[in-house]
């Protein structure tokens, strides 16, 4: 067989083996199965992406649940004053008083140190033990000096000009168990006895210049 003959053989052949049966199925099914793992590497990338947005879903809703339960217990562990502010109110401080709102004003706030002009009657059961609401002039009292009873001290700060609240104070917060004897003018006081204290804030000679021209700036 001469060169050229062996050549072609050659290529003959080799186009034979290309193109047999076993060889082409061959052929024709790896393509298949590159697809199939294409297939199940995209379908679990897929499966993954929709668990990454069920999870963030999922996460998304306990973050608002949790902020929302936050909030609420925050709103429920708030002191009362802040959530009641209108006439008709009744507000229990964490001392232990009590007051109803009859009045809301729109005025400043004492600060401690302050001096606060009030008035007020207060009341030990039916006993009146005080009463200058009919009086020429307020009372005027320097806020947290100790001048008022420990539950009118507590709550005056809370007030604002115009504000009239009836206080329920408890004992421990007044007289404490030494109540108060008797004396000229002045009922006794029980030992511990609960006082019924209503209380108007009129004015802050320091926040307004018309008290200031009424008892003097000295």
């Known amino acids: ?4 003959s062996l050549i072609i053989a050659t290529i003959f052949a080799v186009a034979s083996e290309a193109f047999s049966p076993a060889f082409v199925s061959q052929r024709l099914q790896t393509p298949t199965q590159s697809q199939r793992r294409t297939q199940t ?3 679990t990338q897929t499966s993954s992406s929709l668990e990454a947005v069920v999870n963030r879903k999922d996460f998304m ?3 608002v649940v949790g902020v929302s339960a936050a ?3 925050a709103a429920l562990t708030l002191p009362s004053q802040a959530l009641a502010a209108s006439v008709g109110d009744t507000v229990t401080l964490e001392s232990g008083v009590t007051y109803n709102i009859i009045k809301s004003g729109d005025g400043p706030k004492p ?11 207060a009341f030990a059961g039916s006993n009146k033990i005080d009463d200058i609401f009919d009086t020429p ?5 320097r806020v947290g000096s100790g001048g008022m009873i420990k539950g009118v001290e507590s709550t005056l700060p809370l007030m604002r000009v115009g504000d009239r609240w009836e206080l329920t104070i408890p004992g421990s917060l007044a007289f404490g168990p030494k109540g108060r004897p008797s004396s000229a003018g002045k009922p006794r006081i029980p030992s511990d006895a609960t006082i019924i ?6 004015g802050l000679p320091g926040k307004e210049p018309e008290l200031i021209d009424l008892i003097g700036d000295d």
């Not at 600060?111 to 009657?121: D, H, N, P, Q, V």
């Open 71 to 73: 909030a609420a217990a």
């Open 41 to 43: 590497q995209t379908q």
């Open 111 to 121: 600060t401690t140190g302050e001096l606060a002009a009030i008035r007020f009657k």
């Open 1 to 4: 067989m001469n060169m050229r």
């Open 197 to 202: 204290f209503e209380v108007e804030m009129v």
């Open 137 to 141: 002039e307020p009372y005027y009292t």
């Open 61 to 63: 809703n306990t973050f």
